[in-house]
């Protein structure tokens, strides 16, 4: 009963590649979000996504790309990996409007580039 | 813009020692405020909130209370344990410009309880 999951948790891959990071919420939540946290620990949001709408697109390269199939989803996909790209990928979620707009965080995706 | 500022450590402390890390903020509205916890390889847990001004805050004997007037959060805990060693994020949800936003994360405190 994971309330936000993320596949997969570790993610090796080759500078150049393309890779996707999936996140899905079984909170009934209307928006969602990816976090980058750098080796510093320093978390900074990068999209959220309401009613399969970009609300915030912050100053990330446009190789990365979030994409929504539906409410419950939105996954992050990462075109010519580079060095820097190296992270922990953070979804979360929440439910805007109402009187709790707590943003619930999955576990996290480790990504090393080589 | 908005901005969390906390100090940043590490905190050492022996164990049943009382804790207090600092958190600050700007924001331009509103603001609802977070502590999150971090522990070693895993995710971001709510640890506690507060949504308007003087609410306080609760949960697993660490509190915070809003203040306005000193724009502040700070986290206490009167008796820590080893198993309370962790990264701590304070963060604010500033929701003035009417639609879903991202949190605005303070830097981390990391917190090592001793033995």
């Known amino acids: 009963d994971t309330a936000v999951s993320q596949t997969p948790k570790y993610l090796v891959t080759q500078m150049g590649n393309d890779k996707s990071i999936k996140c899905e919420q079984n909170?009934?939540?209307?928006?969602m979000y990816w976090y980058k946290q750098d080796s510093k620990k320093f978390l900074k949001i990068m999209f959220s996504?309401?009613?399969?709408?970009?609300?915030i697109n912050e100053t990330v390269p446009n190789r990365f790309s979030p994409k929504s199939p539906d409410k419950a989803h939105l996954n992050l996909h990462i075109n010519s990996l580079e060095l820097g790209d190296s992270a922990v990928y953070f979804c979360?979620?929440?439910?805007?409007?109402?009187?709790?707009?707590?943003?619930?965080f999955g576990p996290g995706t480790r990504l090393l580039v080589l | 813009g908005n901005s969390v500022t906390q100090m940043e450590g590490p905190v050492t402390l022996s164990e049943e020692a009382f804790l207090t890390i600092n958190c600050t903020y700007t924001?331009?509205?509103?603001?609802?405020l977070f502590w999150y916890v971090q522990y070693p390889g895993e995710g971001l847990q709510l640890l506690l909130k507060?949504?308007?001004?003087?609410d306080k805050g609760s949960n697993k004997g660490f509190e915070a209370t809003y203040r306005k007037e000193t724009t502040s959060f700070h986290l206490e805990k009167g008796s820590v344990q080893v198993s309370d060693s962790a990264v701590y994020f304070c963060?604010?949800?500033?929701?003035?410009?009417?639609?879903?936003?991202?949190?605005?994360f303070g830097k981390g405190t990391h917190l090592i309880i001793q033995p």
């Open positions: 996504y309401n009613n399969k709408e970009l609300i």
């Open positions: 909170l009934g939540h209307d928006t």
């Open positions: 963060a604010l949800s500033d929701l003035s410009g009417g639609g879903a936003d991202g949190l605005t």
């Open positions: 979360a979620s929440s439910l805007t409007g109402g009187h709790d707009e707590t943003q619930y």
């Open positions: 924001a331009t509205g509103y603001p609802s």
């Open positions: 507060a949504t308007k001004a003087d």
